[in-house]
């Protein structure tokens, strides 16, 4: 059977991946709107992207977190009342909707992972905004609205904390690096893999909506993801060294922990995402990151100026 999907944000880093996944299904028919293509906060805009679709895969996202601290207005507008924009449209063309949303929506204190029933409560401006399209997924599409909770990103396509530590490889000898933030380094294709595979169990009756977690296996620091990327890149992990978080200081304030459990998976009959760094260590053999990798060797780290 054909299927039609539809996938927003589709200039992002996730968003070129669910592409890509999708690509390689001959029963799917795929359209991919860019943010200049597409506005999510224009309602009619939102109708006429999700109209003849089954399953609509929303990657669209204000992700600028530090800005949001002084814009919270414009991030809920995409956001918040964009997802409902968007929520709404698909309550009324019958699609399915997928909505990646983060692990900012918690507070960041717990000391075991949260559940997908955890009490939320943000800690900052992003964190907010993201929560009210939760809401309006939860509200508006109850039988057919998908919240999927990603965190600590990386990818081929755009800016992100791994490629960031190879491009530094290659011009700094040694680098500090965050050791008390605890998170789940997700390869953005894995978890792009995760949401084509929910899309296919709830079109087929199998997936029950509501909240799943799409973040990796297992957890770790950004400190110990930089050891790691070094080390399966061939490079001294001796070179980073651990610093607190006050030694970075932002606008927006970054949850201490941010671990995620993955029941629902299991509870739809679906495996969740690898172990974080299983998932490194593919992500770093694919071009994207072996060529970083190879040149930050070939250089071998030159002393700081």
Known sequence: MTTSWLVTGAGGMLGQDVLAELGTDPHAVVTGLRRDQF???EPAAAHAAVAGHHVVVN???WTDVDRAEQ???AATAVNGTGVRHLARACAGGGALLLHVSTDYVFPGDARQPYREDSPT????????SKLEGERAVAELLPHSGYIVRTAWLYGEHGRNFVATMLELAARRRTLDVVADQYGQPTWSRALARHLVVLGRAALAGRAPAGIYHGTAAGHTTWYGLARE???LSGLDPERIRPVGSAEFPRPAVRPAYGVLGHGNWARAGLAPLPRWD???TTALGTPAFAAPAAAARTRGGRPRT
């Open 121 to 128: 409560g943000p800690a900052n401006a992003y964190g907010r």
């Open 59 to 61: 990657c669209a996202a």
């Open 278 to 280: 299983e998932q490194l």
């Open 71 to 73: 814009a919270e207005a």
């Open 39 to 41: 506005d999510i906060t």
């Open 229 to 231: 990327t070094f080390r």
